[in-house]
């Protein structure tokens, strides 16, 4: 058991006391793991921000940029910055990002996804050894599917994508079969009527992710119309997002190629 010291809410402990036991052999590596898990939160104000939730659940804090101040994200940013973690915003305006490079000068920007990012360092060499395939009904679903191809070279992951080969041209699709079959696992993007993640799944024998957008007309409800349609799909192995979501696709799919 690791005795833990008082602190006040929101105080630091340091955890040199845990590493000498740790060297001495007092502590084993698992013990001070679940040590650090447990560490506090850094209280900005407005925020508290979560430096140890890569340790937790192996992927930094997200900031989600709408509905927060500039100024917000900018103190948020450099508070994960200066911990040299890996930072990733998404939903994030070019303003937003031309504010943030001028003391950062190392950050990236996905404009079709809308995010800025600055990769971890042991991410820009070694790729995960399974592919992660991300493919879109149509060019207008691209921002979604590029978000979550964002999230997926964030954790590490080999990614390649075939875009916009939807159910209105299949055999831009079938064409493609030797590309989809050499996937772990597969991410589909569609608006419209959705139906694209039920032909993927009837082709291969891998999990399929699908992402429902906000594209289409009136009667596809903003999203409601293909989310209804992947849920009630007739393909077993397909697993639903919410509405727009390519990061938690691109999440959940780096945790099954895990």
Known sequence: MVKRRK????????????????????????EVLRYLERLPYEDVGFAKIDHHRCLRRGFPE???????????IEIISDAILKKGDPLFITRASEDIYRRLRRKHRSLK?????????????????????????????????????????VTLDMMGERVSVL?????????????????IRRAEVII??????GALPSVVSGLVDRPIIAVPTS??????????A?????????SPGIAVMNIDNGFGAGYFASLINR
């Open 188 to 193: 589909v993007v569609a608006g419209m009527e």
């Open 62 to 72: 997200v900031i989600y940029a709408e509905g927060k101040t500039l100024r917000q």
């Open 109 to 149: 920007y996905n404009k079709p996804a809308r995010a800025i990012y600055r990769l971890p360092k042991e991410n820009r060499q070694k790729k995960r050894r399974g592919e992660i395939l991300i493919i879109t009904a149509g060019t207008s679903d691209i921002p979604v599917a590029e978000e979550a191809k």
């Open 163 to 179: 875009y916009d080969v939807g159910v209105a041209g299949i055999h831009r699709l079938l064409k493609q079969r030797g590309v």
């Open 7 to 30: 602190r006040t809410r929101h105080s630091a402990v340091k955890a040199g006391g845990v590493v000498d036991d740790l060297c001495a052999g007092r502590l084993n590596k698992q």
């Open 226 to 234: 293909p989310l209804l349609t992947m849920l009630n799909s007739c």
């Open 215 to 224: 594209v289409g007309y009136g009667a596809s409800f903003k999203g409601i």
